[in-house]
């Protein structure tokens, strides 16, 4: 296997098995490296990026990728339910130590499980797991001890017969006297302070032990107001927002046909949506072709400057038009992307906002001709193969058509000699049809025949139209005769009935 490092040269691969992938995805981007540098100072950094140029040229990869260089989320963000004004959530953040903490002292709430065996024997005795007899164990819910036959209960029976004489009373506690204890509640001294420890049945085999730490972690957990996870710890940091709606962007309050009734309908605090924006709390927020959202820019505009948004119900006829959170954290890195032809629709606080806070930065459409880049584009083969999962690797002779194709393709469209296309979408589907096509020949590879195939086939509408029609005048007259002008051209006798009773 062929070990990966910072070049591969063609003359040291038989095929794009041979080339091993780097783990990082920014050195999976081709042909951008003055960019990539930005970029990995903008994940360190926390900076915004405008990315620009022609679609097809690694803009989403890029967004996407910086995301793996970005420390993973630490906060917890939940709506917590407000008993004076339930319509006003309250919004309650925790780090990644508090809710760890937090599981912790749950944890504790629940007790800790022993075996018989390691409590006192008195307890032991009085939930019905030793026996007073032979001091064996066994289950709490035989009455009869399995070793001795003996009454494990009939001590209790006494002692309680006993006292029932004293006091003058039938009997103790209420219950069947041949039932063990369900709860012993006692006392210990723990570093010369009395504390209250109860012990607990657990099935016919365990004792719960809660001490005075778990007896007040329940009461804490009883005593916590009802809350609603909007934005948990563990998920994802990239965040892509293309062409979303208002509500998609900027969160919602669900409908409740009961209007958040107490007893019927779901609370106020139930019903938050967050948006893209609060889901890329810490993260990043991508939006490709952003002049697609141009009404909603101001709202990321205000979102970066505050680092908080507010949840609204955002339907008028909705129960939760009159439900408001304040203060929702979405505190993340912005990433926009456009053609050039698109930046003046892009709103000028916004570019400003960009400018004064990270890079905008304009993508390279071509690189140089040689070796070096040769090798760059054979590693682009090889992942995009990987990533299609569905096609067999390419020889090496295969994809020296294909780095062919990239050059003819940097001169047709860039008009630029001794260079490579990064034009790199379009060079995909170039391999996804060469390994298709090797795919039916049932070959282990893409050799150069199915590769220079997929290059012949693997055409424009555009080059099909010239090719078909020599040149897009010829090829729109053709296309708009209808079948009546058609008729009126053609047939000798225009205006005549014509005799479709066959039909």
């Known amino acids: 296997m062929y070990i990966h490092k910072k070049n591969v040269f063609l003359d040291e691969i038989e095929t794009t098995a041979d080339i091993e992938l780097p783990h990082d995805p920014l050195d999976r981007v081709i042909g951008q490296e003055n960019v990539i540098e930005l970029v990995k100072i903008a994940a360190k950094q926390r900076r915004n990026l ?84 032979c001091g064996s164990y066994n289950s709490a819910y035989q ?72 007896l007040e972690e329940r009461r804490k957990m009883v005593e916590n107001k009802p809350r609603h996870v909007i934005i948990p710890l563990e998920r994802k940091n990239f965040i892509q927002a293309t062409g979303a709606s208002e509500t998609e962007l900027l969160g919602d309050v669900r409908h409740d046909p009961y209007g958040g009734h107490y007893d019927l309908g779901t609370q106020p605090y139930e019903r938050i949506v967050p948006g893209a924006i609060h889901e890329a709390h810490e993260g990043v927020l991508f939006i490709d072709e952003i002049i697609h959202i141009a009404s909603l820019q101001r709202y990321i505009l205000s979102a970066m400057q505050e680092k908080s948004f507010p949840i609204v119900g955002r339907n008028p006829q909705s129960a939760g038009s009159s439900v408001k959170v304040e203060n929702v954290p979405c505190d993340f890195i912005f990433i926009a992307a456009c053609n050039i032809v698109d930046l003046k629709y892009i709103l000028p606080p916004l570019r400003s906002r960009i400018q ?47 780095i062919k ?9 860039d008009e630029v000699k001794n260079a490579y296309t990064l034009r790199l979408r379009d060079l995909a589907g170039v391999i996804k049809m060469a390994g298709d096509l090797a795919v039916m020949d049932e070959s282990n590879f893409i050799n150069k025949k199915h590769m220079s195939q997929a290059v012949n086939n693997a055409i424009s509408i555009e080059e099909q139209i010239l090719k078909r029609y020599k040149n897009f005048e010829k090829a729109f007259a053709e296309d708009s005769y209808s079948s009546h002008s058609f008729k009126q051209k053609h047939s000798p006798y225009p205006n005549e009935n014509i005799d479709r009773s066959y039909l």
């Open 50 to 133: 405008l990315l620009v140029g022609p679609p097809g040229i690694g803009k989403s990869l890029i967004a996407q990728a910086l995301s793996f260089h970005l420390t993973p989320p630490n906060e917890h963000i939940t709506a917590v339910h407000n008993p004076e004004r339930p319509e006003r959530p309250f919004i309650e953040v925790k780090t990644k130590e508090e809710i760890e903490n937090e599981i912790e002292d749950k944890r504790r709430a629940e007790g800790e499980y022993l075996s018989p065996e390691k409590v006192p024997d008195a307890i032991a005795e009085r939930l019905g797991f030793k026996c007073v007899h």
């Open 405 to 413: 194709e990239a050059e003819n393709r940097a001169f047709l469209i």
């Open 143 to 214: 009455n009869i001890c399995s070793q001795c036959g003996g009454d494990k209960f009939s001590h209790i029976q006494a002692r309680r017969k006993h006292l029932g004489d004293l006091l003058g009373m039938f009997e103790m506690n209420g219950g069947s006297d041949n039932i063990p204890q369900d709860r012993v509640t006692t006392t210990r001294v723990v570093n010369d302070k009395e504390e209250v420890i109860i012990y607990e049945r657990a099935g016919g085999s365990e004792i719960k032990v809660l001490d005075q730490r778990s």
């Open 356 to 402: 004064g806070e990270g890079y905008e930065i304009l993508m390279n459409t071509i690189m140089t001709a040689d070796e070096k880049n040769a090798g760059k584009l054979a590693q682009f083969a090889a992942q995009e193969i990987n990533l299609d999962g569905k096609i067999p690797h390419a020889t090496s002779p295969a994809v020296q058509i294909l």
